[in-house]
């Protein structure tokens, strides 16, 4: 069973940056892709950004430009850079990995808060 763990959510003013993690209890190299969703009070989960296992990345218009994701498989690890946030950033955001391509999101994270002052 995988287990993925997200860490480095926060507080943070408009403008500001934080980098989350993603830690995986197996071989991310195994998955075809991994990715961010982030859900806000009252909102459905929308997916922010992906990166397959080739180092193929997409990302939600909202966020582009602003947040990077990458991988670092040695480390079995994922993370998001978020640069130049805004409040509404403001969410819980998972963590997931898709196993094969085209198949469902299986594994999720517990997800870790990220706040965003104005």
């Known amino acids: 069973q995988v287990q993925l763990v997200e860490s480095g959510g926060g507080l943070v003013q408009a403008g500001g940056s934080l980098r989350l993690s993603c830690a995986a209890s197996?071989?991310?190299?195994?998955?075809?892709?991994m990715a961010w969703y982030r859900q806000a009070p009252g909102k459905q989960r929308e997916s922010v950004a992906t990166?397959?296992?080739?180092?193929?990345?997409n990302y939600a218009d909202s966020v582009k430009g602003r947040f990077t994701i990458s991988r670092d498989n040695a480390k079995n690890t994922v993370y998001l850079r978020m640069d130049s946030l805004k409040p509404e950033d403001t969410a819980v955001y998972y963590c997931?990995?898709?196993?094969?391509?085209?198949?469902?999101?299986?594994?999720w994270g517990q997800g870790t808060q990220v706040t965003v002052s104005s």
């Open positions: 990166i397959t296992n080739r180092g193929r990345t």
């Open positions: 197996g071989s991310i190299f195994s998955f075809n892709a």
């Open positions: 997931s990995a898709q196993l094969r391509l085209g198949g469902a999101w299986e594994y």
